[in-house]
């Protein structure tokens, strides 16, 4: 890596340091306050940051986290990953995970949805890597089909080589904007938000899942090289490899992140089969998939943030024997506008036992009210438990699913469990 600038290494430094008093003041990790200090002395600090890396940028509204976190984990086959594994998905959160690894000259950096663009001009990525878009945050967000089109405009400005799902089409559209592209086949569980062709407004044709196309103009599913065989757990690849996932992270949809992990990492020379065993040592995810036992109860914590991320965790629930706990704020990082829970089809939980909790609990017990789910409403995770074995003295599990900051909130209730 390059030196950087006198004014540049000032403001890491700075950086850092604020970073650090926040961490022992505990006010939070530092991501963001220290990335906010230094473009307060450098404004030009991620670009500084970013020159004689090889970087990969990962964005998507569901699996970026994740994805991130299996692509930094295999990469470290290689050496030292630069990495906001953990979150922090803005600039600020960037240019702390870079200055914390200088000598790092790979890196791995998880984007936010609408500052991909922004973040694609100035790190000039080797990789940007693109899973799926659908609707999140509408008060804070644009419409996903605005936001594909500045993908596309941005990356087709750029000489970066795409990593994309092809499965989705507006992924897929804005991929093509791209001068180089590695198309892989992920799936697409929610396709509520794509049945437009984003090229001419036509009614997409998907007469055979994952392929679509638009008999309109002619945009159609691009040939993929990588995949997953059918929703099962073996991986292809380009030269016709079948290797057996084995994840210890469950469902389809890691399945499928596993795919864009192995695909990406080949981009850095790391052999799949050898990125499928690094893959297969993580269990969690900040949290996310982690189970707990409380009160000897296991208690299995899974994120859920908008409709396509409760239609992936209801598929990875245990049996219906086991019962269930919602949780559901509205916050500024959830998004204030509830409505998209109107979205999800609460009619799986019918035969389980429901506890619904969170700020917006109400809003929460009247949707799964209008779906005829019976419910009972709690204000905490041990109210539950406890009630739940006074009248069940052998329960040994209990899902929770929640969104965002209602996830932190219970994440932070148990000790910030990995």
């Excluded at 086959?77 to 200088?102: C, F, K, Q, W, Y």
């Amino acid at each position: 890596m390059s030196e950087l600038p006198l004014r540049a290494q000032l403001a890491s430094v700075l950086g850092r340091s604020a970073a650090g008093l926040s961490r022992a003041t505990g006010r939070g990790d530092g991501s963001v306050i220290g990335g906010k200090i230094a473009l307060k002395v450098e404004p030009d600090l991620l670009a500084k940051l970013s020159r004689g890396r090889r970087l990969a940028l990962v964005s998507a509204t569901n699996g970026k986290t994740t994805t991130t976190r299996l692509i930094s984990h295999a990469l470290r086959e290689l050496g030292d990953v630069a990495t906001n594994e953990h979150g922090a998905n803005m600039p600020t959160g960037h240019i702390t995970a870079l200055s914390n690894n200088r000598a790092a000259v790979n890196g791995v950096l998880e984007v936010d949805e609408k500052y991909l663009p922004q973040v694609l001009v100035a790190t000039r990525p080797a990789f940007v890597v693109l899973m799926n878009l659908s609707r999140d945050q509408m008060d804070r967000a644009s419409e996903i089909n605005l936001l594909a089109k500045r993908w596309r405009t941005a990356l087709g400005k750029s000489d970066t080589h795409v990593i994309a799902n092809a499965d989705d089409p507006l992924v897929a559209w804005a991929g093509m904007g791209a001068p180089q592209a590695t198309w892989v086949s992920a799936g697409q569980r929610w396709k509520e938000d794509s049945w437009c062709c984003p090229e001419c407004g036509g009614h997409l044709r998907r007469d055979e899942d994952p392929h679509w196309a638009c008999p309109e103009c002619g945009l159609a599913r691009p040939q993929t090289t990588w995949g997953t065989d059918n929703g099962s757990d073996v991986l292809l690849t380009p030269e016709g490899r079948r290797i057996k996932l084995r994840l210890n992270l469950p469902g389809d949809a890691n399945r499928s992140n596993a795919a864009i992990a192995a695909a990406t990492a080949a981009g850095y020379g790391l052999h799949p089969e050898r990125t499928v065993e690094l893959l297969r040592e993580i269990t969690s995810v900040a949290g996310r998939y982690t189970s707990v036992v409380t009160m000897g109860v296991e208690v299995r914590l899974l994120l859920a943030k908008n409709p396509a991320g409760w239609l992936e965790s209801f598929a990875v629930l245990d049996p219906p024997t086991t019962p269930v706990i919602l949780s559901v704020n509205a916050q500024i990082p959830d998004g204030k506008d509830t409505s998209w829970l109107w979205d999800v089809d609460y009619t799986v939980l019918r035969d389980r036992r429901v506890f619904v909790m969170g700020e917006r609990r109400t809003d929460l017990a009247l949707r799964l009210e209008t779906d005829g789910v019976r419910f009972e409403v709690a204000d905490r995770v041990d109210e539950v438990l406890a009630k739940l074995k006074a009248e069940q003295p052998g329960l040994t599990k209990v899902d929770l699913i929640a969104n965002y900051t209602a996830f932190q909130q219970i994440r932070t209730a148990y000790g910030r469990v990995q």
